[in-house]
């Protein structure tokens, strides 16, 4: 029953985040201007009855207004450091958008704008049950969606849903094989050494991590310091057993980044406890440490690395340890002349995975992250409390 539960909650935020995204996409009114609508909706709404990507600058004129989207204005906004109640893409003198602007408010990841994160994953993973190399596929939504809290602070949203697509063993007994280091949880019954498979595309657990964050942000040697701190809770939403935990997950995760001069350098912890579910399904204690770095190459591009390394605290000794390393570039564009974009490409190699178990290989991921502004600030709500 809670694995149900937990299921149509999280399809339920995926279907209002896919037709949130989904109407500013194709340029249409996301809002009701019906009868009984709030004042404040047809005020905002009244230039015109369709929203698009041309409506960046969020002012009172319904086009782009250089003076309400200064670049100070707006980057204050993005970074979280005050400001006005802007919004707008920060333009060159020409009226052109100042995509370099863009592009280094995007590198605060607890800043005002929303960040439509996804990435797809393709690894290859060695070891017991399988018999020979598999090749899997992982892509996930994870946005993240920072909401004016007070005039101080920012609750920052950070839901992460994932596609799985795999050869799965066929077991008999529910709960046996699941990947006792790639995904959390671990310590599973002995495993035959051949088992047929199935190659299935399933959903995965669903991640939710909630953080606090300053809106005004400390200066460190000559740069800011972005931090963030709140629960990360995992919920059972598998939809096959060897692809989840079964279990109900919780603990902290922390972010802690240095932005400076052409670099960028901190991390994001996350660790889980299992709390609740079925007795048959292994215990949960995994950590996620994904280390940040990046530096600014020209014309947008930027070389770097940001790996996640996995801890499976309840696996034996020599299967506790996945350790990637490698990295790659990004670039920034407009996407069809107006969505400020960020592309990458990174590959990882596991200097360390589990010894008797199944451990990612080599990984091949690539990120589309598209950036909006905050709708919340466009429609001059600075602060929920």
Known sequence: MMRKTSRIIVLLSLLVLVSTQFGWAQGTNVFDQGEGTPAWVSDFFKQDSEWSFDRFDLGESGVWDKDYCAQPEFLAAANGSGGGSGGGPPLKPDGTIDLEAISKSMDNPLGNLWILFTQNDTMTLRGPPFQKTQVMNVFTLMPILPIPLTKDWLLVNRPIMSFINLNTPDFSAAGQGRFPDLFPGGGGPNIPSSIPTTRVTEFGDFIFW????????????????????????????????????????????????????????????????????????????????????????????????????????????????????????????????????????????????????????????????????????????????
């Open 210 to 385: 909630h953080a606090l964050a300053p809106k005004e942000l400390p200066d460190i040697l000559n740069g800011k310091l972005i931090w963030g701190i709140g629960p990360t809770v995992m919920y059972p939403t598998a939809t096959h057993s060897f692809l989840g935990t079964g279990k109900w997950s919780a603990g902290p995760g922390i972010l802690g980044m240095y932005l400076g001069q052409g670099i960028k350098a901190g991390g994001l912890v996350q660790h889980w406890n299992s709390f609740a579910g079925p007795s048959n399904r292994p215990d949960v204690s995994q950590s996620n440490i994904q280390p940040i770095f990046y530096y600014d190459l020209p014309n947008l591009w930027q070389i770097g690395t940001s790996p996640n390394i996995l801890v499976n605290w309840e696996a034996a000794s020599d299967n506790k340890l996945t350790l990637p390393i490698g990295g790659g570039v990004n670039k920034t564009v407009l996407l069809f002349g107006k969505l400020p974009t960020r592309f990458e490409f990174t590959v990882y190699w596991s200097a360390v995975r589990p010894d008797d178990g199944v451990g990612q290989d080599w990984l091949f991921r690539f990120n589309v992250i598209p950036v909006i502004p905050n709708p919340l600030k466009a429609m001059g709500i600075d602060s929920i409390f």
